[in-house]
Structure formats: structure tokens, C-alpha cells
């Protein structure tokens, strides 16, 4: 997000999903897209029915991983050395579209300067990729007419998240494969309304549509829009600041909306420590969750076959969504809840229904500025739709006009991971999900089948590690960090290679996140919980 | 059409008739299943496929055996395409729904939604409303037999391996009514593993399409993942047809040859 | 909870015993490497080579380690479970063991027999056999042995010399019998013969046989009646007969079906008329009134017999052929009696004698090609005859013709009402032509006699004879205990779709309205799986070969 | 075929055999790989003979594409 925003001007997914059926080449870094994207997978198994190749790089060998023409397994934590190396190898090749960069871009020489420093040798030895296999990258990503960049959690949940996403910022605009139909960076939203969170100011630094709450125009026009004199312009806190302020006691009370922290957060022990601590704790949820458990006071919301209003997905769509059936029982709509409390404190919302909510939306926020309910029938919107004939942005950066202008370089140099392995803590651990589960599971681990299918964590690794720690394939291990340990069953698998281990996520009996690194990014606030050291020993 | 629908079920409920009619409401600004029980209460039947072939079909009939089961001695009506209705035979056949509790509000399917289904024969036997019109003739089954044999392989075992296992071929399937299923029997389909086992996942599934399917294409519909599932159980009816002279739901009594004792019949 | 059940939540504790057969497997494999082999096995707790497991020592053997060794499941690799399954399975119940928690390798039939002269490729396959079997015995569940009452009465459908002979010999034993015929007469076709094979009176016989089976006060006899119904099951059939005074209701513990069959009138057939051109039947009747006046006579073999619409051999048309021309000759010497054949069926020592007798009385045999038959023409018989090459015109005044058995016309419908088969020629199948001939399939049902296939006199009484000791076998016993291995349908995810009912050759499944799911007869399933086969949620399952078990045999090859 | 211990359970097999194969062959998988053969246990002659005969025709197709290798590869 921030390092998209940096480079191109804007957060999101340049391009359309369809649009990866128009591609010639598609690179899928830190995605396990066919699991946790089927409909994105969808769009690229077509892609390579109609001829387009797949390059897929990954520390695990992923369900995709199978369909690639290419398939790179890098160390954890080690994408910018890759991507530098990658870049390398297109810049000696002559594989870089210099008219694109001498048009479009600025800050170019500062990057090339940090790439000449670096060799691909060096990138092979890091990233522990044959050189060859790194020429091959770069020569199947470059000669491409057109290539799309596919990357998820794998590429983000790093302290060096926003440097990675930067990074293949540089990529595409070295090879000229970004404002055009079938090209693009695209960062794949973990959640359907993910995307439209962020857009509806979900964050602690801007309004609807990215909108800088420092930004006096902004500020204004929404204390104007709302009835009020004056609204804050100070940003305020992103995760880890929150629990650092609860922490230190600058932060009393706690409205947590559709998470579950207590499983989804780096340093899990830790989390449930702060939740403990805060005087007011609220969980707005449709299940009774982990984090839930430990509220003062639960708000039912409710589910999506009883929501009304909308999504934005993945690629900037807007759309509809329309409740199946009546809310169940005292639940209510989450705007209905906020709405209720606000007026109890004296600020008076008076809301009718969703759409009347939307047509606030449009009229604060510009890129949503020509959407309205009646458009949204059928496909719906991919804003930026600025105004009522305007008929959305399939991609964005058209002709290389980016969003901030010109597209920005970052000279980025490689730095490894905040925890890296030792004697004490050999392994590289990294986590991820399943087919089964979808996050914490607070609604997949609710259903019968879904849970029958996965009922339990598991540790994928190598069958050389196991043979060296002689242990069997379902048995039990323990898995210690700085930060805490578990205690698992092991599934022995080349998937992963040796001395890295894999473990997904949606588990709090065997939480995971016991054991991750809470370091995150200093920019974008993002945890690395894709990359700690552990040990391990049979249990 | 619609109107002539409305009709029909407002007499078959306001002569009691049935007890009530499954059919597809417009709701909440969606097309959804909906069981009328009240001719006052017709206001937002819809007959699906508002906007283009194959917008809102659903497998009614599934509905109805869920009510059916409730309700063991009362009528229901049901509206029926062609393909529905071959499915109704199938479901009389497997002892699902009882000929004399079930009556069908018959629609054919415009030629336009025959043509993107690819349908047979798309219309009932019982018609209602609209014209019939000319089914279509398939060809997929015969050009993938024409490949040979490693691209077969290799075509579905691409294909196979995109799966993720959502069971969506199999619950949005009319024909299928177990309430335990073998694609979640451990002893057959190992869980908890991506790709599903190849072929035996989707093999298993055919084999128990192989004398049920009555080639509503809602599975080809369904799956996410775009796999042609519906051309592997083609491909079961097709043996079924040359080798047992046998097609699903096309005789409303007709027994399945692999539920018959003894030797296959005589073609 | 019985000690049955705690079984399952123990962990398998497994003996294994390798049988040498004597040399029969330790002459072809390394019976003391297979055995060593099995300790390896996971869940084996005991391993024993014997020289035969099935002597006594062998049995001793067994029992003494399910208790000393606290064994609860037993594997014996060695012959053929068809015949050895049962004394292994129930000497494991003497010791206390469910007899459902023994498993049976055969390392005889398939492997020794068939890889002699391959040792270490036989040891290897014992191996591999009893893996499977280990693998399988260790999700092995015990059964109990389903038991019912019995009905201590026999039904016997038709009067014909088969009834009558089991109607006698049940009687004998003291069982109740109701012996049914559809005609006014007992006798059957035997009634129409005039002397037998063996040379005594057909009619002094059966009115022997019929005066004693009317004496007898356990012998129900219903002559014009005619069994309208017959339902439930082995040991409590219950029946409908329609008499002369009335239906009547009963029930039955076994059914013997006796209902015969009859010879085939040649029409249009080699000129028959009925005069100059008779039938075998119709010649006894002429011998039995002593009215022949022919003087030249050709017996016609095979007549309307191996044809394209009836293919079988009925067999014992020629013995009746060579017997009456011998009788004729006997009677008649002066009578020219010439016999054309296909190919003579003289079965057994005495029939093969009988023929050289009839060719020592001068009666002449020639044999005629199918393809090119015999042709009769007013007062001649003309036929090709392949050794000269020639066509032989015989004169004749009497033709007759030798024509087969055919089951009676009513055969499907007793069929249908019995849930009994027929083979494609219409005669009653019985479950096994070797290993159970005189049973039928549904358990409690027998068949004899010329229904089942023609029969000579003393063969039809033969089996009369056997049935009555094979219902005797059943109905003597206290009650009727039968095999576990039965399917049975999980009534929670049974959806009632009927597919098993359809499939079920027993007729043991059916159909609960109000439950709206299928449910099996135990008595009447014989376990063949075909439910199980056919169920598409697996809640059939067939005990002692579910899924499970059968995948883990499976997997361990 | 008619001397099933069971009826017309060899019968019933052979039906769903015939579909299976076919469907085997759809799928890009040799037919050959599966056959139904009905040996008595008496016929231990017949039986060697059919499965040599099975033999020779696995073995010039050699082991299944679909085999699976022992450790998972992807996932």
C-alpha cells in the first residue's frame, strides 16, 4: 500500500483481474493464489491455456508453484535481493523499456546507481538461487510484451514490506509493464471488502479515498460535511501503536471490528496480555472469538448473507451487496451499531440506509465521486470514477500518467529480516494459510466440513530436517521462538526446503503466532510475520 | 410468460391444489429461491435470467426435496425448465420425490439461454409457458475423444489440479441428495491436501453422475476454478447411452441399467 | 458395554499362524521365512508355523495362544478359506474369541499352487497375501450371530417321484410335510412309463411309494391344489395354498420345489402325427397296452433337442430310447428296430453296458449329421450316411421320436413367486452346480427332480432323498443361527433412494415408508456386497468387509 | 458369467467396470490398466494365465503417470 502510494501515487491493484487473462507473462511472488485466491487463479489458468507463462517465486512450493514455468524457491525474507538481482540481469540484457523510463519516471539514476553496486551474484548467494535461475526470472519477466506482477502477504508482512513493494514498483517500471492492459503491480486484498476499508479511510492518516486527514482542504470539507467546526488534523494509530498505547496506558478503550488479534497478531502471548489490560474492551463480531472472549462487552454484527451496501474488492471494484436474508436474531448492521453508539455520545448520525451512507461517499471523496447505487447494478464500478459519465478505471497510470505524476525510483538495498537464524535458532519459519481455512477461522473452524477437512495445525518440513530430528511424519514437535513455543504435528513435505519450516495461521490451539516476530515495517506498520528464527525438538 | 406462470400457480394454490410452489422470487434486489404459499404473495415471482442466459438459475428441485422431507404428505408445485424436469424424473427414479406430491409449473428456455447452456432439449415434457425450441447439439465430448490419449492426460490432469476443493460442483448439483458423501469419505479421498487426488476426486464424482446426470450445466456454472466438469459427466451419459441404450431423466419411469440386476439389457 | 465392544477399543493384538500344508505350501515357499517375516508386522504379537493347522494339534494350538497370549484377532495363512474359514473361525469362538475376529490368508490355491518351481518368488507373494491380511484383521469388528426361530414343517410343491421320495424320507424323520400336487394323481411323468430302465414296473414303484407316503400321518396330501404365495424367509416361510376345499394359510420352515417337467411334443417335428410318427412317451403308453404292431421301427434321437431354440442336451432320452427298443426287441424279436443318433449320452456303467446289450439284440445304430437330418417321408426314413457317403432310405411303419424334457409352462411363474432363478433354458438353477446342488440360492428353498434338470427315475429319487437330508440339516437344529457377515444400512445417512432394494438378489431389503430409508432382512441377506456396492453414501456396508477394512488389505500390498 | 456364488454380482461389476474404463480412457488414462476377469478359485490354472497375460500388457505402459511420489510436493 505505502510503498505503492510511494512509487505510483496510489494504493491499490493497477490493474484488472480480467486483465490477467490478456497477459504474456505473469510473476507471482509471495501468493499462494490458487488457496487463497481461487477466482484470481482462475483468471492466470486461463492465461496459460492461452499461452502466457508463469513464474512463480516462493520459499514454498505452493499449489500454483505447480502450474509455473518457472518456479524459484528463495530464502525467506530475501525478495529484494531477488528483485535487485532479477533487475540486474534486465538492465545488462537491455531488457529495460528506457523510453518508458526517460518519459514517465524520475529518480531513475539514484536506482541504477543501487543496482550497478550489486551483482547477481550476490543475490544468488543471499536469496540461495542458482544465478542461472535468476537469469531465467528476469529473461522470462523482461522479453514479455506485456507482464503482470502478482504478490499478496508474502511480499508485505515484512519489516521490509514497503522496500519489497517499491521493489517491484522498480521492476515494472524498468520494463515499461505498468499502465497498460495487461500489466501492472498487483497486490491481491486478503479479504473482499479489504480494499474498501482502506478506501472508506480505515486508516489512521486520511478520509474516503485517501484523503490526508493533515490535508487542510480535506479537513475541512469533511467538518463542513458533518455539522462540526473543527475536526483533528494529528494521524492516529496504527496496530502495534495501540497496543504499545495501552501498553503505557495512553489508551483506555479498545473497539475491535470483525479481527481477532489474539490469533492474528505477531507475539500472541503479548496480545493477550494488552487486551487484558485495556478498561474497555469491545468486540463487534458475529462469532464468540478468541478475542471476543476476552471483551467487556460483545456487539453482534452481522454476517454477509445479512449485510446490505458495498464491497470494493481486490482490483478497485465496487459493488453491491445485497442481504439473503433478514438479520438473525439481535444482530445488527455494523453502520446501524455505529451509528447508535455515536448518537449516544451526542454526535447525531441520521442514516437511513446504506445508500443514503454511499451518497455521502460520493460527494466527499473524488474517486468515488460519479459512483452511485443505480450504477452499481450488475458488475459495478473500478473507481477512480470521479464523476456521473466517467465509466471507471479497469487500470490505472494510463500511458504512463501516474497518479503522483511521474513514477518514482527507489534505489533500495537488500536488509535482511529483523530475526535471522543462529545456532541457538536454525530454522527460518515462515507461515501462511490453507485451502480449508480462511484467517483466524472464527467462521471457517465454525463449519462442520471445512474443519473436518484441516482440524488441526501442522508443520511442514523437509524430509532431511525430519530424518535429522528422526521424526515421523504425523507426529508431534515442539516449536520454540525468543517470543514463545508450541507444540505441533509435522508434515514431512519437499514443499519447503530444508532449514526452512512452514506453519499456517488459522489454528489458536497450535497459535503460530506465539512464536512470530512482532517487528514490523516502519512505514507501513505491517508485522513480519512471515519470517522468524526457530528450534525445534521432538516433543 | 411470466404472466402465464402467475396464473397457473395462483390457481394451483387458490384451488388448494398444493400446499405451496417452489419457484424464484426477485429479492432484496437478487433472484433467489422462494417458496410461495399465498397468491396475494406472487408479487416478485420472477422467472430467472434477468439479465442474460444463465443469470439465476437455481437447482430447484433441491429445494423442493428439502421441503419434501419436511413435509411428506403435501403437494408442492415446482417450476421446471427442461432441464428440471429431466432432473424431477431422475429424483422420482431415486425415490426423492414422489410423483403424486410434486407438480410442475413447466417453462421452456428461450432459444438464447438453450444455445449458452448448451441444452438438449430445452424445454419439459409439460409445458406451461413459452415456445419450444431447438436443442443443441454438443460436441465436446466427441473433440476431446478426436485428442489422443497423453493430451487427455494432460489436459485434465491441468485441469484436476486446479480444484480447491470447495464441493461447489456437488452442492449446487440437483441430483445429488446423500446426506453423507464419499468425496468426504477419508477411506477414499485423502483430506487436507492440494491438488485433490488425481483423478480419483472428480472420477469418483462421475462415477456417481454416471446414471444421475441430467446435464443442467450448473456445475460448469459453480466452479471457481472454471474446470469443465460438466463435459466429464457428458462423457459417463455418453457410455451409458451407447453401451445400455440408457439416458438419465429422459423416460419418467425408466430404470438405471446399473441398478438392475443381471447382465447389461439388450441395446 | 460387552466385551465384543471393548475389543475395538483395544489396541490389536494379532497372532499369525503359517500353515505348512504338510508339502503342499512348505514344499513350494519358505514357510519358516514367511512366519519370521510376520513378526515384523505392525500389531503382531504371535507367530506360529504348524505342519497342518487343521489337525488337532494345530487347533490346540491356536486356542491355547488366543488365551495365552491375550490374542484378539487371529490370521491362519494357509488353504482355502471355502473349506477351512469355518472350523478356524469357530474353534477361535471356543477359545473365547469372536469368530468374526479371525482373518484367512490362502497361501495354498493362489500362491504355492500356482508359483511351484518359483520359491523365493512364492515366499515373497505369502508375504505380501499376509500383510494384507494382517492389515485387514487389525480393523476387523465382532459380530453377533444373528438367530431365529424355526417352523418344524415342510412344503413340498409337486407328487412326482422327487416330491414324493423327500415327502417320504422328511416323514421318516418326523417332520411335518404338506405335499402338494397339481393334478388329481401323485406320480408325475413317471405315471406315463411303462417299465424302468432297471427293468422293474414304473407303476409298481410309485404305487409303493404313493400308498406309503398317503399313510402317513405327517404327510398332508393336497392333490388339484396349487401354492399360491410364498413369503418370508428360511425357517418361517409363510405359504397360501389354494386346495379343493379352500385356501389355506400355513407356515413352513423350508420349501422343497419338486415340480418336474415335461417331455416335448415333436409338432411338426419329423412328420410327427401321433400315429406313425410317435414320440418316447407315446411309445410307452403302446407298450403299456401291448399294441405295437410295427414291423419295421427308427428311433429318431435328439429330436427338437440341441437345437437352436433349445440347446441343452436333455441326457436321459437316450438311456429311455436304447430301453425301449431293447423292451420292444425283448417283446418283439422279429420287430426291425433301427435307432439314428447324433451322439449317444449313455452316462454310467450301467447305461454304457445297456448299449452293448442293445447292439448284441441286433437293434442297429447309425449315426445321422445335424446339419443334414434325417428326412421322413411316407413309410421311409432316409438319412445321410457319412461313413459310406451315401443316402440310406429306410423302410418304416413306426417312427419314433426321442424328443427332451422341457420345463413346464408354469416354471417362470413358480420361479417368480419362489424369488427363485432359472437358467436360460428355463430349468430351476440351483446356487452351485458343485458345491450346492440341490440348494437354491434363498436359503431354506431346495430344489429336485426333473425341474432342476431331466432326470431318470432313480435320480429324481436320489434327490428327493438328498434335499430331505439338506432341509433335515436345518430344521433339527434348535434354532436358526446364521452368519454376521450380513450388510447393514446406517439408518442416520440412508436417504432411501431404493438403488440397494434393486440390487438385492435376496429380496432382503426394503423399503420403510415412514422412516423413508431401506433396511436389510438379516435372515435373507447372504452378504454379497451388492448393496453395498451400489449405495452411494456408503450406508450400506457390508460387516467384515467395509471400506475401511478392505482399503487397509489394500493398502498393504 | 452365470456362475456367480452371489447371482449376478460378476454382472452388476462388469457394468460399472465397463463405464469406469471408458471413463479411465477419457481421462488420458490407458484402459488397459484396469480389466475384470471372472476365475473361479477353482481355476488356478486360468487364474496364473489371466494375470501373466495382465502382466504383459501393465508392463510395456509401464508405471502410472499419477503414481504418487512418497513425500507431497505441492500443496
Not at chain 2, 132 to 138: R, S
Not at chain 2, 243 to 266: D, H, R, V, W, Y
Not at chain 3, 26 to 50: F, I, M, Q, S
Not at chain 4, 6 to 32: H, P, W
Request: contains cysteine; glycine residues 8%.
Amino acid at each position: 500500500m505505502a510503498g505503492l502510494a510511494a512509487s505510483f501515487g496510489s494504493g491499490a491493484m493497477t490493474n484488472a483481474m480480467g486483465e490477467l487473462e490478456t497477459t504474456d507473462a505473469i510473476f507471482i511472488i509471495g501468493s499462494n493464489t490458487a488457496t487463497t485466491h481461487p477466482l484470481v487463479a482462475t483468471r492466470i489458468f486461463r492465461a496459460i491455456e492461452k499461452g502466457a507463462k508463469l513464474i512463480v517465486a516462493d520459499p514454498r512450493k505452493n499449489q500454483i508453484a505447480g502450474f509455473a514455468d518457472l518456479y524459484i524457491r528463495h530464502k525467506p525474507g530475501t525478495d529484494v535481493a531477488l528483485l535487485n538481482g532479477m533487475m540486474k540481469v534486465i538492465m545488462e540484457k537491455g531488457l529495460a523499456d528506457e523510453k518508458f523510463i526517460a518519459q514517465n519516471t524520475e529518480e531513475f539514476d539514484a536506482f541504477k546507481q543501487g543496482i550497478d553496486n550489486f551483482t547477481v551474484e550476490e543475490a544468488s548467494e543471499i536469496c540461495s538461487v542458482s544465478v542461472k535461475d535468476i537469469e531465467a526470472l528476469a529473461k522470462m519477466y523482461g522479453e514479455a510484451d506485456r507482464a503482470s506482477i502478482v504478490y499478496c502477504m508474502g511480499i508485505t508482512q515484512h519489516t521490509n514490506g514497503v522496500n519489497n513493494v517499491k521493489s517491484l514498483a522498480n521492476l515494472s517500471m524498468l520494463t515499461g509493464n505498468i499502465g497498460k492492459i495487461g500489466t501492472g503491480v498487483n497486490p491481491l486484498r486478503g479479504q473482499n471488502n479489504v480494499q474498501g476499508a482502506c478506501d472508506m479511510g480505515g486508516l489512521p492518516n486520511v478520509y474516503t479515498g485517501y484523503q490526508p486527514v493533515t490535508l487542510g482542504a480535506a479537513n475541512k470539507k469533511f467538518a463542513q460535511a458533518w455539522g462540526v467546526d473543527q475536526l483533528p488534523t494529528n494521524i492516529g494509530l496504527t496496530i502495534p501503536e495501540m497496543f504499545a498505547g495501552i501498553e503505557n496506558d495512553e489508551v483506555k478503550a479498545l473497539w475491535v471490528m470483525g479481527e481477532n488479534p489474539v490469533v492474528s497478531d505477531p507475539d500472541a502471548d503479548h496480545v493477550k496480555k494488552v487486551l487484558k489490560k485495556v478498561e474497555l474492551l469491545i468486540v463487534q463480531d458475529i462469532f464468540l472469538t478468541p478475542t471476543a472472549k476476552l471483551a467487556d462487552v460483545v456487539l453482534p454484527g452481522v454476517s454477509f448473507a445479512e449485510k446490505d451496501g458495498t464491497f470494493a474488492n481486490t482490483e478497485r471494484r465496487v459493488m453491491r451487496v445485497r442481504k439473503a436474508i433478514d438479520p438473525v436474531g439481535d444482530s445488527r448492521q455494523d453502520w446501524e451499531i455505529i451509528q447508535e453508539i455515536s448518537n449516544r455520545f451526542g454526535f447525531e448520525m441520521n442514516y437511513d440506509s446504506p445508500e443514503d451512507i454511499f451518497n455521502e461517499i460520493a460527494s466527499l471523496t473524488p474517486s468515488y465521486g460519479g459512483i452511485s447505487y443505480e450504477r452499481l447494478e450488475g458488475v459495478g464500478l473500478q473507481w477512480p470514477c470521479p464523476t456521473r459519465e466517467h465509466p471507471g478505471t479497469p487500470f490505472l497510470h494510463k500511458d504512463g500518467k501516474f497518479t503522483r505524476g511521474k513514477g518514482l525510483f527507489h534505489a533500495i538495498t537488500y536488509n535482511p529480516p529483523a530475526e535471522v537464524i543462529d545456532d541457538e535458532y536454525p530454522f527460518w519459519m515462515t507461515t501462511g494459510r490453507v485451502y480449508a481455512h480462511y484467517h483466524t477461522g472464527t467462521m471457517t473452524r465454525n463449519s462442520k466440513s471445512l474443519d473436518f477437512e484441516i482440524p488441526e495445525g501442522f508443520l511442514e518440513i523437509n524430509p532431511v530436517d525430519a530424518q535429522n530430528l528422526d521424526i515421523c511424519d504425523g507426529h508431534q514437535i515442539k516449536m520454540a521462538s525468543r517470543r514463545g513455543e508450541i507444540v505441533t504435528k509435522i508434515m514431512i513435505t519437499d514443499r519447503v526446503d530444508p532449514g526452512v519450516v512452514f506453519m499456517p495461521f488459522h489454528f489458536e490451539e497450535t497459535n503460530v503466532n506465539k512464536l512470530t516476530n512482532p517487528a514490523y515495517d516502519p512505514i507501513a506498520k505491517i508485522p513480519e510475520l512471515k519470517v522468524c528464527a526457530v528450534k525445534l525438538e521432538k516433543a | 410468460m411470466i404472466d402465464i406462470v402467475r396464473q397457473k400457480i395462483s390457481k394451483l394454490l387458490s384451488d388448494g391444489s398444493v400446499k405451496g410452489v417452489v419457484a424464484l422470487a426477485m429479492a432484496n434486489g437478487h433472484v433467489a429461491p422462494c417458496l410461495f404459499q399465498k397468491e396475494d404473495d406472487l408479487e416478485p415471482l420472477c422467472l430467472g435470467d434477468t439479465k442474460k442466459p444463465g443469470d439465476a438459475r437455481y437447482p430447484l428441485n433441491k429445494v423442493l426435496i428439502t421441503i419434501a422431507r419436511q413435509y411428506p404428505e403435501d403437494v408442492f408445485g415446482v417450476l421446471v425448465r427442461g432441464c428440471d424436469e429431466r432432473g424431477l424424473y431422475v429424483l422420482y427414479r431415486l425415490n426423492q420425490l414422489e410423483p403424486d406430491k410434486v407438480m410442475t409449473i413447466g417453462i421452456a428456455c428461450p432459444q438464447e439461454l438453450a444455445k449458452a447452456c448448451e441444452c438438449k432439449k430445452p424445454y419439459p415434457d409439460e409445458l406451461v409457458a413459452g415456445e419450444k425450441t431447438e436443442g443443441i447439439t454438443q460436441q465436446g465430448v466427441q473433440d476431446m475423444e478426436d485428442m489422443d490419449l497423453s493430451k487427455r492426460f494432460s489436459f485434465w490432469k491441468n485441469q484436476f489440479s486446479k480444484c480447491v476443493k470447495c464441493y461447489g460442483c456437488r452442492d449446487i448439483c440437483p441430483m445429488c441428495f446423500c446426506r453423507e458423501c464419499s468425496l468426504e469419505c477419508e477411506d477414499i479421498i485423502s483430506k487436507g491436501e492440494l491438488p485433490v487426488d488425481i483423478p480419483v476426486f472428480h472420477l469418483t464424482r462421475a462415477m456417481h453422475m454416471t446414471d444421475r446426470c441430467i446435464d443442467c450445466g450448473l456445475c460448469d456454472e459453480t466452479c471457481p476454478s472454471g474446470i469443465p466438469l460438466r463435459l466429464l459427466y457428458k462423457k459417463t451419459s455418453k457410455i451409458m447411452n451407447a453401451e445400455f441404450g440408457f439416458t438419465s431423466g429422459i423416460n419418467k419411469n425408466e430404470q438405471s441399467p446399473l441398478n438392475l440386476m443381471g447382465p447389461a439389457p439388450e441395446k | 458395554m460387552n466385551m465384543n465392544d471393548l475389543i475395538l477399543y483395544e489396541e490389536p493384538r494379532i497372532g499369525v499362524f503359517v500353515c505348512d500344508c504338510g508339502s503342499n505350501i512348505a514344499g513350494h515357499l519358505d514357510c519358516a521365512d514367511v512366519a519370521e517375516y510376520a513378526k515384523t508386522l505392525p500389531n503382531v504379537v504371535y507367530v506360529k508355523e504348524n505342519l497342518y493347522t487343521c489337525s488337532e494339534a494345530g487347533i490346540v494350538e491356536i486356542k491355547k495362544a488366543i488365551k495365552g497370549q491375550n490374542l484378539n484377532r487371529v490370521v491362519v495363512a494357509s488353504c482355502s478359506p471355502r473349506t477351512h474359514q469355518p472350523l478356524f473361525s469357530s474353534s477361535c469362538a471356543e477359545a473365547g474369541l469372536n469368530p468374526y475376529l479371525f482373518e484367512m490368508v490362502n497361501i495354498r490355491d493362489q500362491c504355492s499352487w500356482v508359483h511351484m518351481g518359483k520359491r523365493d518368488d512364492a515366499t515373497q507373494k505369502a508375504k505380501e497375501l499376509i500383510r494384507m491380511g494382517v492389515a485387514k484383521s487389525a480393523g476387523l469388528e465382532p459380530q453377533e450371530e444373528i438367530e431365529s426361530s424355526l417352523v418344524r414343517k415342510v412344503l413340498v410343491m409337486g407328487g412326482g417321484i422327487a416330491g414324493l421320495s423327500a415327502a417320504q424320507a422328511l416323514a421318516d424323520m418326523g417332520l411335518d410335510i404338506m405335499l402338494v400336487e397339481k393334478t388329481s394323481n401323485f406320480g408325475g411323468l413317471l405315471q406315463q412309463v411303462h417299465q424302468l430302465d432297471t427293468g422293474g414296473s414304473a407303476r409298481a414303484l410309485l404305487s409303493k411309494i404313493i400308498d406309503d407316503v398317503q399313510s402317513r400321518s405327517n404327510i398332508t396330501c393336497y392333490t388339484k391344489a396349487i401354492v399360491k404365495e410364498t413369503g418370508g424367509y428360511i425357517g418361517n416361510f409363510e405359504i397360501k395354498i389354494d386346495t379343493q376345499n379352500g385356501l389355506i394359510k400355513d407356515k413352513v420352515g423350508c420349501i422343497v420345489v419338486a415340480t418336474g417337467a415335461v417331455p416335448l411334443i415333436p409338432k411338426g417335428l419329423f412328420g410327427y402325427d401321433g400315429e406313425t410318427v410317435i414320440s418316447l412317451m407315446e411309445l410307452e403308453q403302446k407298450l403299456k397296452k401291448d399294441d405295437l404292431t410295427a414291423r419295421r421301427i427308427v428311433f429318431i434321437q435328439c429330436a427338437g433337442a440341441r437345437t437352436k431354440e433349445r440347446e441343452y442336451c436333455s441326457r436321459i432320452c437316450c438311456m429311455i430310447g436304447v430301453k425301449n427298443a431293447m423292451i420292444v426287441k425283448e417283446k418283439y424279436p422279429l420287430i426291425d428296430v433301427r435307432i439314428l443318433y447324433r451322439d449317444m449320452q449313455m452316462y454310467g456303467t450301467h447305461k454304457e453296458q445297456m448299449l452293448w446289450d442293445a447292439r448284441g439284440k441286433g437293434i442297429q445304430f447309425d449315426v445321422y449329421n445335424p446339419d443334414n437330418p434325417p428326412e421322413v417321408k411316407e413309410g421311409k426314413v432316409s438319412f445321410f450316411q457319412s461313413i459310406t457317403g451315401k443316402i440310406i432310405d429306410l423302410d418304416t411303419d413306426l417312427v419314433v421320436l426321442s424328443t427332451p424334457l422341457v420345463p413346464r409352462s408354469d416354471a417362470p411363474a413358480v420361479a417368480n413367486m419362489m424369488r427363485v432363478p432359472t437358467d436360460q433354458n428355463g430349468f430351476f438353477l440351483e446356487a452351485h452346480a458343485k458345491l450346492r446342488p440341490l440348494d437354491f440360492a434363498a436359503d431354506g428353498i431346495f430344489v429336485c427332480g426333473s425341474g432342476r434338470y431331466p432326470a431318470t427315475s432313480t435320480e429324481a429319487r436320489t434327490q428327493g432323498l438328498g434335499v430331505a437330508s439338506r432341509v433335515a440339516a436345518i430344521l433339527f437344529k434348535d434354532k436358526l443361527v446364521k452368519s454376521a457377515i450380513v450388510a447393514k444400512i446406517n439408518p442416520e445417512s440412508c436417504v432411501g433412494c431404493k438403488a440397494c432394494l434393486t440390487m438385492c438378489p435376496y429380496e432382503a431389503i426394503t423399503y420403510n415408508r415412514d422412516k423413508r430409508i431401506c433396511e436389510i432382512n438379516e435372515i435373507l441377506c447372504k452378504g454379497c456386497g451388492n448393496c453395498a456396492a451400489t449405495c452411494p453414501s456408503h450406508s450400506a456396508q457390508l460387516c467384515g468387509y467395509k471400506p475401511e477394512q478392505l482399503l487397509a488389505q489394500i493398502g498393504a500390498a | 458369467m452365470s456362475e456367480c456364488n452371489y447371482l449376478y454380482g460378476n454382472y452388476c461389476a462388469e457394468k460399472r467396470v465397463t463405464v469406469l474404463s471408458q471413463m479411465l480412457d477419457f481421462c488420458g488414462i490407458e484402459k488397459d490398466r484396469l480389466r475384470a476377469r471372472w476365475v473361479s478359485s477353482a481355476e488356478a490354472p486360468e487364474f496364473v494365465e489371466e494375470i501373466n497375460e495382465f502382466i504383459d500388457v501393465l508392463k510395456p505402459l509401464g508405471p502410472s503417470p499419477l503414481k504418487k511420489q512418497t513425500s507431497k510436493d505441492v500443496a
